[in-house]
């Protein structure tokens, strides 16, 4: 399976997006999406999963959950738009992460590209950056990765110009 993984778009799509995505079997979007049309864009091009984030309103909401824990492949993903990251999880999954830590931790909100392996939990955090034009961040960042059955493997990070 070949997943797409953006957040933090801000109600700005980039058309690259769809070209980097082009091959992918899924789109995953980790929040703060900006506006219910770019997340029907998402949804119109490949099968989508997606959360809302903070600045998400109820038009994102009644569609997109807060948290969202699937099984791709043989790979258990959870998915939220404010995780924090392996050291410092947020206060709202904290504990349930440390009870049922998942294989695949997703968020976003923070607009930093991370990739960190959790050793005392045995999980992949991933944070794909921000995709969008508005925060601090200086480089707009997506990813691309494969689950193949247990495994996640070929992972990408994508720049796409300008800002």
């Known amino acids: 399976m070949k997943i797409g993984l953006l957040s933090d778009t801000h109600s700005f799509l980039d058309d690259a997006v769809f070209q980097h995505f082009a091959k992918c079997d899924e789109v995953w979007h980790a929040g703060d999406f900006g ?3 770019l997340a029907k864009q998402l949804a119109d091009f490949k099968p989508f ?3 809302y ?8 909401r009644s569609i997109y959950p807060e948290n969202l824990r699937f ?3 043989e790979v258990d993903v959870w998915m939220t738009h404010i995780g924090g990251y392996p050291g410092k999880y947020a206060p709202a999954v904290r504990a349930e992460i440390r009870k049922n830590p998942p294989k695949l931790f997703i968020s976003g909100h923070s607009h930093i590209l991370k990739v960190q392996y959790d050793q005392q939990l045995q999980l992949l955090h991933l944070n794909p950056g921000a995709a969008g034009k508005q925060g601090w961040h200086k480089v707009r960042t997506l990813m691309r990765f494969d689950i193949n059955g247990e495994r996640i493997e070929n992972l990408e990070v994508i720049e796409l110009n300008g800002r």
């Open 35 to 37: 506006n219910g049309e």
């Open 53 to 60: 984030g903070n600045i998400d309103g109820q038009d994102i």
């Open 49 to 51: 999963r997606g959360v």
């Open 71 to 73: 099984t791709c492949e």
